[in-house]
């Protein structure tokens, strides 16, 4: 992976390990999925995963590699966990101090078939959830540390006069 500054320049290539335990910025995209109705994706991350075992999380996603772009770092994550291909549409960036270690965190979205095909090694459960019904599971649910901040500024960036990138950050 690329690790990088507060600019998000790349510095050099680093392993996602070393990014971690150093506390060096990196970056990850996401993907925020919806269905035709407009409902949100929430998936269960699998138990033996070493990062957030059983949580629930808003985003699909994960770091992305050397010299891949947030959307095709987004969209390759899709299809490894949900075995969907989907153009992933950029939306917003911000630089997130939560989780395992700060990161530029990248978030797209993409409209999904109803149906998907979650990878168990990857995903645990899923369910398709109207906004109000993902408003009460991020209060009652334990969810990765950055679903509420990617859900909030989602509602915003979504909710903005001019949608682009750049006024959502």
Not at 74 to 86: N, P, Q
Request: hydrophobic content about 40%; aromatic content about 8%.
């Amino acid at each position: 992976m690329e690790r990088v500054d507060a600019q998000d320049r790349v510095l050099g290539v680093v392993s996602r390990r070393d990014a971690v335990r150093e506390g060096w910025l990196h970056r990850v995209g996401v993907v925020v999925c919806r269905d035709r109705q407009g409902r949100f994706l929430v998936h269960r991350r699998a138990e033996h995963l070493s990062r957030f075992p059983g949580h629930y999380e808003l985003g699909v996603g994960g770091a992305a590699g050397v010299g891949e772009s947030y959307e095709q770092a987004a969209a390759r994550e899709l299809s490894e966990e949900l075995g969907v291909r989907a153009t992933a549409c950029l939306r917003f960036k911000f630089l997130n101090r939560g989780g395992l270690s700060p990161h530029w965190l990248a978030v797209c979205d993409a409209v999904l078939p109803e149906i998907v095909a979650p990878d168990p090694e990857e995903v645990a459960w899923h369910r398709w959830l109207t906004e109000s019904e993902l408003r009460r599971a991020l209060q009652q649910w334990t969810f990765t540390p950055d679903s509420q901040a990617v859900f909030d500024r989602y509602l915003a960036c979504r909710t903005a006069p001019d949608s682009a990138p750049e006024r959502c950050s």
